[in-house]
């Protein structure tokens, strides 16, 4: 008979093996829904940031080609977010509705930093984006994870 790792006393085969956790497995799980998220942001990022500047280049102002750019990488970034990073179906109401949620959140979070923290606090311009830049993607990560995908899975 075989004994536990961590313990003499125990035998190995007298539990279950789909109730003790494998936790390298879900480390390398957890570290690569992050890549897979960090991979996503960056592409959505460039996406939008190509597609406004096209837009500008093509005539539009540049409020309209921010609203273009930004719709299309929001839904682009729904789609990726949730079926390669999160692995869940699309066409899901409630997630749909908590996402857009997050995005709202993250809105009034990066307002609030750029508009009044920063300018508060005396920083730059420069120094305001940057924080909302930091903080955007860990705030959407943990609010993607423990509540708009985490839902779904159930």
């Known amino acids: 008979m075989a004994t536990d790792v961590l313990s003499d006393t125990v035998p190995s085969d007298t539990v279950p ?10 480390m390398r799980t957890d570290r690569d829904q992050i890549l897979r998220f960090c991979v996503v942001g960056t592409g959505v990022a460039g996406l939008y940031l190509g597609l406004f500047l ?36 699309l066409a899901v109401p409630e997630q749909i509705l908590r996402f857009a949620c997050t995005i709202g959140l993250g809105f009034v979070v990066s307002t609030l930093i750029t508009a009044h923290v920063g300018p508060h606090l005396g920083w730059p311009p420069a120094l305001s984006g940057a924080v909302v830049m930091l903080w955007l993607p860990i705030q959407n990560y943990v609010m993607f994870r423990i509540w708009v995908f985490a839902a779904a899975a159930k």
Do not use: K
């Open 17 to 26: 093996s789909d109730t003790v956790p494998d936790r390298p497995r879900t």
């Open 54 to 89: 096209l837009g500008v280049e093509l005539g539009l102002a540049e409020a309209a080609a921010n609203i273009i750019s930004l719709g299309c990488a929001v839904v682009v970034q729904y789609i990726a977010q949730t079926a390669w990073t999160f692995r869940r179906p």
